[in-house]
């Protein structure tokens, strides 16, 4: 079952895992140190970041280490680029266009 990317990313604690994760592959406890919260609470983000698809989860003995999943944040980006592509081109021409 694959969860909303859209509600994964409402909230910021999940976000912050995400560029947290951009940097390098963790383990739950190594992402705890970065929130103030519970480790509980970060393994049900990263749970919820894994069901829509947004990480991938790799075992290592009994540890569970997590990364991106390049090819779903990219679908995420590519959305961006086409809902605000054409604004943020014309605005680099209109500031061009000044200068």
Do not use: C
Not at 33 to 51: E, G, P, Q, W, Y
Not at 71 to 77: F, G, P
């Amino acid at each position: 079952m694959t969860g909303s990317v859209w509600k994964a990313l409402a909230e910021d604690n999940r976000r912050q895992i995400l560029l947290l994760l951009r940097e390098h592959d963790m383990f739950p406890s190594e992402l705890a140190k970065h929130f103030d919260t519970t480790l509980a609470a970060v393994s049900t983000n990263l749970r919820i970041l894994k069901d829509a698809d947004l990480i991938k989860e790799t075992r290592e003995g009994q540890k569970k280490r997590y990364s991106i999943n390049p090819k779903k944040t990219l679908e995420i980006k590519e959305f961006f680029d086409k809902m605000w592509g054409h604004n943020l081109e014309g605005l680099k021409e209109f500031v061009e266009s000044k200068e």
